[in-house]
């Protein structure tokens, strides 16, 4: 008998998507999935969309609004799967990810598997650019090498077996709406594990043109929470391996943050700005467009900040936003 693939959805407000996520969830080629939404308080039509599929299979699970981190712990709860499967409300899995992942986890368990994903806008026919995640992340690799190069991997790319989950800990409710909630939680995963594994045909579409909520949430006690995660990423990393790879991966966090935060949290960057020193790398570059970081090498990465935020107000320019959930 097939091992059980819970697929855990947190919902919010997804009307325009979820129809199409669940679609996609429920038609996997692996032949033993599980699919558990739960409605963090939806104030639209979704509750009532969900509740369409149930004659299919689906498991809804409501809660009053407490964020996409809550809603994977209670659907995590809930869930019997040896394998986990979180699921954004407006993503897709191609039909065979879960199938080609399964294969590459039963080869070689206890490893979380990363699969190839593409942006879409529209339906999965809108994708575009390339398969990502970079090259050099498209092979099964040393955990420690995702933990200090942190490609950026939307939460539908991976399966995670259960057990990993629960050595790990769960998702920190207490991040509600915060940028790098994911982020936490994967790094947390792979300390646990010695190899992140790849599934070349594990594929998956990360939507991008949802309105924003967490991923561009900018307000200060959000940033504030990044500075922490930034924290327990420097304890994280330097606990498994204190070399320079590590020390300049965890300054580059740092770093990041300071670009994100300026000119919102003066304290948080000082702070920052002290760690990255404390870490050896006070003459690293704040990272950014390169744009950016040719403008900082002639005015200092603050006055570039300031130039860059000003021409964005004056010509609208966004980039495409998206849910948390």
Do not use: Y
């Given at each position: 008998m097939a091992p059980l693939v819970s697929i855990i959805i947190p919902a919010y407000n997804c009307e325009?998507?979820?129809?199409?996520?669940?679609?996609?969830?429920?038609?996997?080629?692996?032949?033993?999935?599980?699919?558990?939404?739960v409605d963090d308080g939806s104030t639209d039509r979704s509750r009532d969309i969900i509740d369409g599929f149930r004659s299919r299979g689906v498991v809804l699970m409501t809660q009053a609004n407490a964020g996409g981190s809550a809603a994977r712990?209670?659907?995590?709860?809930?869930?019997?799967?040896?394998?986990?499967?979180?699921?954004?409300?407006?993503?897709?899995?191609?039909?065979?990810?879960?199938?080609?992942?399964?294969?590459?986890?039963?080869?070689?368990?206890?490893?979380?598997?990363?699969?190839?994903w593409i942006r879409f806008l529209g339906d999965a026919s809108g994708a575009y650019g390339g398969w990502n995640p970079p090259a050099a992340f498209q092979r099964d690799t040393d955990a420690i090498d995702w933990l200090t190069a942190s490609?950026?991997?939307?939460?539908?790319?991976?399966?995670?077996?259960?057990?990993?989950?629960?050595?790990?800990?769960?998702?920190?409710?207490?991040?509600?709406?915060?940028?790098?909630?994911?982020?936490?939680?994967?790094?947390?995963v792979f300390a646990r594990s010695p190899r992140v594994l790849f599934a070349?045909?594990?594929r998956s579409y990360f939507r991008a043109d949802r309105p924003a909520s967490a991923g561009h949430n900018r307000d200060v006690d959000a940033l504030r929470a990044v500075y922490v995660i930034c924290e327990s990423y420097e304890r994280l990393v330097r606990g498994l391996a204190d070399t320079p790879e590590v020390r300049r991966a965890a300054a580059r966090r740092y770093l990041t943050f300071m670009y994100m935060a300026y000119p919102r949290c003066p304290e948080l960057i000082a702070a920052a700005e002290q760690r990255v020193a404390a870490l050896g790398f006070a003459d690293e570059a704040v990272p950014g467009t390169p744009g950016f970081e040719r403008l900082s090498r002639i005015v200092g990465w603050r006055v570039a900040k300031r130039l860059q935020s000003s021409w964005h107000a004056v010509s609208g320019l966004r980039r495409p936003r998206r849910s948390h959930y």
């Open positions: 325009p998507f979820i129809a199409a996520t669940l679609e996609s969830a429920l038609d996997q080629s692996w032949p033993a999935c599980e699919v558990i939404v712990n209670a659907g995590f709860r809930r869930s019997r799967g040896s394998h986990i499967q979180f699921l954004d409300h407006d993503d897709l899995l191609h039909r065979d990810k879960i199938r080609e992942q399964m294969a590459r986890s039963l080869e070689t368990p206890g490893c979380p598997v990363a699969g190839p490609p950026m991997v939307p939460t539908c790319a991976w399966l995670t077996p259960r057990q990993l989950v629960e050595d790990a800990g769960l998702w920190n409710d207490r991040l509600k709406d915060n940028p790098d909630d994911d982020g936490e939680f994967f790094m947390r070349p045909e594990g």
